[in-house]
């Protein structure tokens, strides 16, 4: 069960990233693959098997994008950790704006309350 969740996250991100194979890439694959000892006796030159490898490359460069992301050198990381900071800075000005307001709101009904 989790490795078919998995597959399903990694054929998730392949589509959502674009990544894509081609044929030569999977002519050279199937190539590599028939000099193998394990598929001698296996006919890797129909349709479906093509399918198949042309997934198992799809996702493979999906989680070579994922790797490349997650290890990206100190100075991207800093200017990444930078761009984060500042999008939650922004993203906590208009949270503040509204306590604000709702602060302005409360101070009339209150002095009304007083009288």
Known sequence: ????????????????????????????EIAVMQGSPQYANE????????????????????I??????THQPKAAKASAKKSTATKKKLAAKPAAKKKTAAKAKAKPAAKSAKK
């Open 43 to 62: 006919n890797l030159d129909t349709d479906e098997a093509r399918d198949a490898v042309q997934r198992i490359l799809c996702r493979r460069t999906a």
């Open 64 to 69: 070579d994008q994922v790797i490349e992301i």
């Open 1 to 28: 069960e989790l490795r078919l969740k998995r597959m399903l996250v990694i054929d998730t991100l392949a589509e959502d990233g674009g990544a894509s194979v081609s044929d030569e890439e999977v002519a050279a």
